[in-house]
């Protein structure tokens, strides 16, 4: 199936983009919220599965009278701690990395700048995990998962659509690159997809994407280190960056990988 085959559903603040792949149907919820955020529910035979959650609570209210009519059998809760008010009574999954991530680590760093820069509208409380998982298939709802840790949280294969989620692509914006030895093993990871063949590759803040914006980002990335090397410090780097892709959005991330690279 190609990315733009989907039916689209106007809702007050989001959109949701709906994929028909016959028994199972993936709904890429747009969430229009201050981070970008994207949602996934996995659907087959009236039961879903969710993949990350809302994080405002604007956003909650609305993807749960959305999803009135299905039967949510889980919650698989990887990069995206936050947004415990949604859906509190669905069971959640995730590896212990992930909750370390979101109670400890660098997740919670995240979330707590958030709370202080969006203030009350943003959801700072943290799942509670009723499942931890580890590496290899779950199975929830009658929907197979394939889950792969990583260093921050967990991957997710979903064969029966052939796809992949992960937190971060985004073809033409710039992503969190932590050094050029971060870059090196992101390449190597889409590299992966492109070898596999995914169909889809689905991240927490982009629409759903396909190998052709994996070999887009690829050259992104290869370039992102060449240009570091030549650049004397972060200012630099982020205007040479800046005038080679000038329609690139998220500035933010751009600023968090120039201070990576330039420490």
Known sequence: ???????????????????????????????????????FIVEKNGKAV??????????SKELTEYLKDVEVEGMLVAYHGAGAAFLPEVPKYATQNAVDYSASGGGKALIDGFAAAFGDSFDSSIHKIT??????????GGIDFMIKATNEAFDIEIPEINAVYTHMLGHDCHSIVAGAGHADAIIAELQGYIKKGYDFILTSHYTPEDLKDAETKIAYLRNLKRIAADCKDADAFKAEVGRQYPQYSGQNYLDMTAGFFFA
């Open 1 to 39: 199936m190609d990315k733009s085959t989907f039916k689209t559903v106007r809702l007050a603040k989001g959109e949701m983009n709906i994929y028909d792949f016959g028994s199972v149907k993936l709904h890429a919820y747009k969430t229009n919220d201050f981070i970008d955020d994207e949602v």
């Open 131 to 140: 499942n931890v998982i580890g590496d290899g298939k779950v199975t929830i």
């Open 50 to 59: 969710i993949i990350e959650s809302p994080c405002f609570f604007d956003n």
